[in-house]
């Protein structure tokens, strides 16, 4: 069965910083991997998804994410920090198409500060 | 706005009362999720509805019960709830259930005294 690791269940940045979020993946086949965002009081947006094309992946929001498959990770990484990536980011994998077959992990709170 | 909007957006019961979550999508999807998020777990998959047919059911207690009338509705009707439910409940929709995306609402933060 797939699963996901995100390490740290918080990240805190300066606004302008390198943001860098982790997230580890177990999977017996080539997965789907997906990073969504919940901003405060709203549910989760999808940021960006894997599914076995490039293995650099451009989300929205400057965000990107790269697929390793000898590290089996997918982290998340944006160059500039603004203070509207304040959020919530869970990362989430799947081994087959099909929404309801994602394993969200446990997110990771991103905060910058100004 | 998302596309899918959840009422209410905050929910006060006790145990003994009953309730009911409503999920509307104006996407025109064909695939419908309730999810349950608690603090520092992952997010639980509850309920998937598929052109208004439970597709699948995660072992969830029969305390609550869901109901899809339309493609476009879909409710979590809740009795004697027990304190460990209070919770944010997700709804989530999809073109279909062989999406890979789906489209969240902003949730009902339910509390349960």
């Known amino acids: 069965a797939q699963s996901v690791t995100q390490l740290g269940s918080h990240v805190s940045v300066s606004e302008g910083a390198l943001v860098l979020l982790r997230c580890n993946y177990s999977?017996?086949?080539?997965?789907?991997l997906f990073w969504y965002v919940q901003y405060p009081n709203q549910g989760l947006q999808l940021l960006l998804k894997y599914t076995s094309a490039a293995t650099l992946v451009k989300g929205i929001n400057g965000f990107e994410a790269e697929f390793k498959k000898s590290e089996t990770s997918f982290h998340l990484t944006k160059p500039s920090a603004h203070m509207s990536d304040a959020a919530e980011y869970f990362c989430a994998v799947s081994e087959n198409t099909g929404f309801q077959k994602l394993v969200f992990g446990t997110g990771t709170r991103l905060l910058v500060s100004p | 706005e998302t596309g899918v909007t959840q009422t209410p957006r905050h929910l006060v019961m006790g145990m003994t009362n009953k309730k009911s979550l409503k999920c509307e999508q104006h996407l025109g999807h064909n695939a419908m999720y309730w999810y349950k998020q608690s603090a520092k777990k992952p997010l639980e998959l509850m309920f998937v509805y598929s052109l208004e047919e439970r597709v699948e059911n995660n072992s969830v207690p029969s305390r609550f019960s869901p109901e899809c009338p339309n493609s476009s509705h879909l409710f979590l009707h809740l009795h004697t709830l027990q304190p460990e439910d209070s919770a944010l409940y997700l709804c989530?929709?999809?073109?279909?259930?062989?999406?890979?995306?789906?489209?969240f609402g902003q949730g009902t933060r339910l509390t349960v005294v």
């Open positions: 999977s017996s086949v080539p997965p789907y």
């Open positions: 989530a929709s999809s073109q279909d259930f062989q999406d890979t995306e789906a489209f």
